[in-house]
């Protein structure tokens, strides 16, 4: 239990926004540019997602999550390392091409950061 000034931090991926309006498209590109290898590991991932996962959340879900609660502030932030720095086996890959890095820093900006950022954090505070 918090007390009177206790904060929440919580993590959640994947974003729903990136699952249902971005994934396709990255599927389909990996498609068409031949990274075969990349698109059966992004499909084995989206699988494992579809078994494990009860609920994926937005940033608006999250907010509207927390408000019943006696947070007085709901910071709900998006991870603007979509490429999570390469450090991941979905990105390694991805973050060696110089175009793929650019289109990485394009999309970690506002509002596309909404969309394409694959890891969301909440930040709930029960004082201001």
């Known amino acids: 239990m918090l007390g009177d000034r206790g904060t929440l931090v919580l993590h959640t991926s994947p974003n729903v926004l990136f ?4 994934f396709p ?3 389909l590109g990996l498609l068409v540019t031949g990274r075969l290898a990349f698109l059966r590991l ?3 991932q ?3 997602i579809r ?3 009860v609920r994926e959340y937005g940033s608006g879900r999250l907010r509207r999550l927390f408000r019943p609660f006696a947070f007085r502030r709901i910071d709900v932030e ?6 999570r720095g390469g450090n991941s086996r979905y990105t390694e890959g991805l973050a060696a091409n110089p175009g793929i890095r650019a289109l990485a820093r394009l999309t970690a900006t506002k509002p596309l950061v909404k969309l394409f950022s694959n890891d969301l954090w909440v930040i709930a505070r ?3």
């Open 19 to 22: 699952i249902r309006l971005i």
């Open 25 to 27: 498209w990255v599927l």
């Open 42 to 44: 992004f499909v084995e």
């Open 46 to 48: 989206y699988l494992v």
């Open 51 to 53: 078994r494990l996962h």
């Open 78 to 83: 998006c991870d603007p390392d979509v490429l």
């Open 126 to 128: 029960k004082h201001v």
